[in-house]
Every structure is written in C-alpha cells, then in structure tokens.
C-alpha cells in the first residue's frame, strides 16, 4: 500500500533553515509527481510546492517563492523540502501528498519557527 512519511521538522529560529524528507513506498515513485502542503493554526491545509516526475519542473505558492526548493531522488523514493529564510508564519505541520485516486497524505512533520 502507498506510504508517506515525513520527517525533518523541528523547533528553528527566524532566518534558520530545514530540510524536510518524505519517503514513499508502494507506488511508482519515479512517474509520480509529488506536493508538499502545510497546515497552520487555522487548520487551513495551504499547497507549498509541487514537483513533476523528473524534478525539472516545480510549482511554489507566492508565500514560499524564493526561499523554499522542492526536489527528488527517484532512486531513493524521497522527495525533499528545502526551507531556508524561514518566518514564523512558515510554522505549521508540514505533509506530502501524492496526487493519485483520492490523493494520498503522510503524517506530517511539525515546523516551529520561534525565537
């Protein structure tokens, strides 16, 4: 069965920086584009980035532009966000979604950003 799971978050400082990890198993991973969402205090779940199946092509919501990359490793199944710059509107719990039947979620990965 398709599997999800997050890890990397942590407590960071503004400015600091995170890497977020997300490895998958149960599906082709390699023909598979892949997302990563955020859910924040509201409970709103945002998109973040998208990523195509090659890693060539990414997507980023205007809040993350710039200072967020999305990548992968097909030989390893895991796709990556890289967070730098970060801001404390950035916290929340972070997850990777495969877009596929009625999409698929992790767990998630919590990120604190606090002095």
């Known amino acids: 069965q398709v599997q999800l799971v997050e890890s990397g978050g942590g407590l960071v400082q503004p400015g600091g920086s995170l890497r977020l990890s997300c490895a998958t198993s149960?599906?082709?991973?390699?023909?598979?584009?892949m997302n990563w969402y955020r859910q924040g205090p509201d409970n709103e779940r945002e998109w973040v980035a998208n990523?195509?199946?090659?890693?060539?092509?990414?997507a980023y919501a205007d809040s993350v532009k710039g200072r967020f990359t999305i990548f992968r490793d097909n030989a390893k199944n895991t796709v990556y966000l890289q967070m730098n710059s970060l801001k404390p509107e950035d916290a929340g719990l972070y997850y990777c979604?495969?877009?596929?039947?009625?999409?698929?979620w992790g767990q998630g990965t919590q990120v604190t950003v606090s002095p």
């Open positions: 149960g599906f082709t991973f390699s023909r598979s584009s």
């Open positions: 979604h495969l877009q596929r039947d009625s999409g698929y």
């Open positions: 990523i195509d199946t090659s890693g060539w092509n990414t």
